[in-house]
């Protein structure tokens, strides 16, 4: 099973500022990583998918980088609509899929 | 517009049995593979189950391997998935969720609000 870490598991940001993600895999995953956002009593939406694609209607302030066992997700302009947990998924090994742990951003 | 709604969640005793359902629409269902996610109060997020739609193979974690059973009825375009001998443990909310191609292994596209199952004595 492939495991996953985020970091920073918390991050207090005001509007305006750039915020960068991070997650790690135990074990390489390509670029089989997508990254979701998860607000108060919602679904995850998801934001980007193969490291570095954008969903469809995901603002251009999101994007993602990396492959192997790093990945980065970068907000370039923090709004004050993009809190909640960030969380990332690797699709490449599976069963199981997994997530990470999730980083909460929270807006100053 | 894709529109994915969970029901059948509730309370239920350790080692009973609930079904949940995952009504879709706004989509060709028959044409892509479709999986149940869960979120424990507070925790984070756990792939559970997963059908496709080439072959209708399905795959599952190993908490509930065994127990779990999941199936979709194309001519219904509805997911369920079929819990039995429940356990303190399986307390989360379920979401449905889409994937992007036929087969298993993507990431989701797209999640219902979720139903909450809750084992509880």
């Known amino acids: 099973e492939i495991v996953m870490t985020q970091s920073p598991a918390t991050l207090s940001a005001s509007p305006g500022e750039r915020a960068i993600l991070s997650c790690r895999t135990s074990h390489s995953v390509a670029t089989n990583l997508a990254w979701y956002l998860q607000k108060p009593g919602q679904a995850p939406r998801l934001l980007i998918y193969g490291s570095s694609t954008r969903a469809t209607g995901i603002p251009a302030r999101f994007s993602g980088s990396g492959s192997g066992t790093e990945f980065f997700l970068t907000i370039s302009s923090l709004q004050s609509e993009d809190f909640g947990i960030y969380c990332c998924?690797?699709?490449?090994?599976?069963?199981?899929?997994?997530f990470g742990p999730g980083t909460k951003v929270d807006i100053k | 517009e894709v529109q994915l709604v969970e029901s059948g969640g509730g309370l239920v005793q350790p080692g009973g049995s609930l079904r949940l359902s995952c009504a879709a629409s706004g989509f060709t269902f028959r044409n892509y593979a479709m999986n149940w996610v869960r979120q424990a109060p507070g925790k984070g997020l756990e792939w559970v189950s997963g059908v496709s739609a080439s072959d209708g193979s399905t795959y599952y974690a190993d908490s509930v391997k065994g127990r779990f059973t999941i199936s979709r009825d194309n001519s219904k375009n509805t997911l369920y998935l079929q819990m039995n001998s429940l356990r303190a443990e399986d307390t989360a909310v379920y979401y449905c969720?889409?994937?992007?191609?036929?087969?298993?292994?993507?990431?989701?596209?797209?999640w219902g609000q979720g139903t909450l199952v809750t084992v509880s004595s």
């Open positions: 998924q690797q699709y490449n090994n599976w069963p199981p899929i997994t």
């Open positions: 969720a889409k994937g992007p191609r036929s087969v298993i292994g993507y990431y989701f596209d797209y």
